[in-house]
């Protein structure tokens, strides 16, 4: 087994610009929106000893098993809203599964075209949802960072254009409506807590691949000063966090094999990065074996989770596990205090952990 647990002192000066509630409230009108649940797990609490612990349960948004519909459904339609006509266009994306599957679907309801570029290790099940919703799959040999490159490539040509999820140096204007996109989840979850009289959140648990999730969340809670600790989970297979923080500049990984999918990505996104130096306060790794029992034990309270949506889960007990008077202090979490866990995909996302 092996895991990393890794803290960083973030700058409690800095405060965020959040985006506009454009996202929030394009998602809010379009057919099928509801708000994921929020569910409670008492018997977590009691096992990590903190006060509250609740999972935003993103198994089914837009009826698709994963958060990255949000990203997705926003950065095609503002993408439409700018072209001069309505010929059918081509998105072009990489994926390792739930985004391209997203891409797959928006582009299709909004009347257009998807080209998915697929690295290795993807589930079987995940490529052929992605077809089902009429998307042309390429796949590759090679990693996901290959898959990007690819995807590239395919989207140099008229009526072409590719819509990722992370950002480099000249390419960051759409993945950063991806980010604005996954705002929607956190607003949303603020409401919920709100109405649940849950009070202030004390830490927020999420899943990275690439960290556009995770720079959502921290623009999100970094608006004003203090808010609650944001800590991030890694596949062990696809570590960046903590060599990159450590290294005070984005580090690239090799990746492994894993059966978190979505989180085998070996490059920070160029917008992810310096909100994580300034907005993160931990980074843990967790291997397949720990996801494993996590998915299971979520699946016996009730939330059907993915192994990327488990990973947290994993974290926290990894986090909580030892050297737990300084860690908590770290976090700055005591008996009472509420964890939200980011469940970022369902178990239908990815239904058969180990078979990669
Ligand atoms: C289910 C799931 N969780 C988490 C992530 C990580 O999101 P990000 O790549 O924005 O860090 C992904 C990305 O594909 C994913 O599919």
Redesign the pocket.
């Known amino acids: 087994m092996t895991s990393i647990w890794y803290e960083h002192a973030r700058d409690r000066t800095w405060t965020s610009t959040p985006p506009s509630a454009d996202a929030l409230h394009f998602h809010q009108n379009l057919a099928g929106y509801s708000p994921t649940s929020l569910v409670d797990l008492p018997e977590l609490a009691d096992e990590l000893g903190v006060g509250r612990v609740v999972a935003k349960d993103e198994s089914s948004r837009f009826g698709l098993p994963?958060f990255?519909s949000l990203g997705a459904s926003w950065a095609v339609r503002r993408l439409l809203r700018e072209r001069a006509d309505d010929r059918p266009v081509t998105v072009v994306t990489a994926t390792?599964?739930?985004?391209g599957r997203a891409i797959a679907h928006w582009a299709r309801v909004f009347g257009h075209h998807a080209r998915v570029v697929v690295p290795s290790g993807v589930h079987p099940h995940a490529i052929q949802a992605i077809r089902d919703e009429g998307a042309q799959v390429m796949t590759i040999d090679g990693s996901y960072d290959d898959a990007v490159d690819t995807a590239m490539a395919v989207a140099a040509g008229p009526d072409l254009v590719l819509v990722q999820?992370?950002a480099w140096d000249g390419y960051e204007r759409i993945p950063g409506w991806i980010v604005d996109g996954y705002s929607t989840l956190f607003a949303e979850m603020d409401e919920q807590l709100e109405l649940a009289g849950a009070g202030t959140v004390d830490l927020v648990v999420v899943?990275?691949?690439?960290?556009?999730?995770?720079q959502a969340a921290i623009t999100h809670y970094r608006r004003h000063a203090g808010g609650p600790a944001i800590m991030a989970v890694e596949s062990d297979a696809a570590a960046f966090v903590a060599p990159s923080l450590a290294a005070g500049e984005p580090v690239t990984v090799a990746t492994g094999a894993t059966i978190m999918a979505?989180?085998n990505?070996g490059t920070p996104s160029s917008l992810a990065w310096p909100m994580m130096v300034r907005g993160l306060d931990a980074a843990v790794t967790v291997d397949d074996d720990i996801v494993v029992a996590a998915v299971r034990d979520l699946a016996a309270l009730g939330v059907a989770a993915?192994p990327?949506?488990a990973a947290g889960l994993a974290a926290l007990r990894i986090a909580l596990g030892e050297n737990t008077v300084h860690r908590r202090r770290h976090l700055g979490l005591n008996s009472d205090s509420l964890v939200v866990l980011i469940v970022?995909?369902g178990a239908e996302?990815n239904p058969s952990p180990g078979t990669h």
Do not use: I, W
């Open positions: 994963a990255k390792d599964g739930n985004h999820d992370t899943p990275v691949g690439v960290g556009s999730l995770l979505g989180l990505c993915g990327c949506g970022t995909e996302a």
